[in-house]
């Protein structure tokens, strides 16, 4: 399989929340950045130039294994992912500014999208009829 590259839209989902209670009145800042699609990680990562763009805030660490071996990442505030007509929120992690962003398993699955690796692009999950949905067993 080739690289899958994307470009996602990333708004700060506190600010985005603040402005629909009417205590910001400024837009929530947001971004449209390029991801690496890696169905071998597990979340949605990003680069410290991005999360301080976003103003995001640090809330917490996760470990991480990674192919160097285990590490601790800081984890921050949720960002509103939108992608193909879809969005949803999701946590951020930190990766060095060197490593691409990338979109894990996690938000690929929320937003039922998966890798044609034929055509090297994502597309909506074909076993669901090209419709957003989630898996309740």
Do not use: W
């Not at 169905?39 to 680069?47: E, S």
């Not at 660490?61 to 160097?68: A, C, G, I, L, W």
């Not at 398993?105 to 994502?122: F, I, M, S, T």
């Amino acid at each position: 399989m080739g690289k899958v590259t994307v470009k996602v839209r990333l708004t700060n989902y506190l600010e985005t929340r603040l402005r629909e209670m009417k205590l910001r009145k400024r837009k929530p800042r947001s971004l449209e950045v390029e991801a690496l699609v890696d169905t071998g990680t597990t979340r949605l990562y990003l680069k410290p130039s991005i999360i301080k763009k976003l103003a995001l805030k640090r809330v917490d660490t996760v470990r991480s294994q990674t192919t160097n071996g285990p590490c601790i990442r800081y984890r921050y505030e949720p960002v509103q992912l939108e992608l193909m007509d879809r969005k949803e929120i999701f946590d951020v992690v930190e990766v060095p500014e060197n490593v691409p962003n990338l979109l894990g398993q996690v938000p690929l699955e929320v937003l039922d999208l998966v890798v044609d690796a034929k055509g090297r692009k994502l597309i909506p999950n074909p076993a669901h009829g090209g419709e957003q949905m989630t898996e309740e067993f």
